[in-house]
């Protein structure tokens, strides 16, 4: 998928050509706490490639306005080890990075670009598909507005 913006619907796809998940804060005497160099570089690609999907658009910066709820759909895709038998095709992606590490990064990382915190994120999918021969490694990225329930209510409430 390559970047797509709608400015009229608010809806922004893109591609990361890496799958990385983020990595815990480190602390030493000498440096104190401070984020790992290879987390930095993986939340600038994101920062990168969702500037490169809505350039030209119009759109705000950040996208969705303080307290407005968003949706994110983040789906891993990464080829088979070589070391993995020929007759395997697929298989289910059980390897590191953790999934809900790659979805931290994606959020961080789009902190006051698509929305003023991640904790506007009221809706999440995250997603890693079987690892398949000859596929190319990504991060599929989509973010709109989460639909909101106008009258308030809890489905099943039955009030």
Do not use: C, I
Not at 37 to 59: C, H, Q
Not at 66 to 75: G, L
Not at 106 to 133: C, F, H, N, S
Request: net charge negative; charged share 30%.
């Amino acid at each position: 998928m390559g970047p797509m913006a709608d400015a009229e619907g608010r809806s922004v796809s893109f591609s990361v050509p890496e799958v990385r998940g983020k990595q815990r804060a480190r602390t030493t005497r000498a440096r104190g706490t401070y984020t790992p160099a290879e987390t930095r570089r993986a939340m600038d690609l994101v920062k990168t490639e969702w500037l490169a999907a809505t350039s030209g658009t119009g759109m705000p910066r950040p996208l969705f306005a303080a307290h407005e709820p968003v949706a994110v759909s983040v789906t891993t895709y990464r080829p088979l080890p070589a070391r993995r038998p020929a007759r395997v095709a697929a298989e289910p992606d059980t390897y590191r990075p953790d999934l809900d590490n790659v979805a931290k990064l994606v959020l961080d990382a789009l902190d006051g670009l698509a929305w003023e915190d991640d904790a506007q994120v009221t809706y999440l999918m995250v997603t890693k598909m079987a690892r398949r021969r000859g596929q190319g490694e990504r991060v599929e990225v989509h973010v709109w507005p989460a639909p909101s329930d106008d009258e308030g209510e809890v489905a099943g409430d039955g009030e």
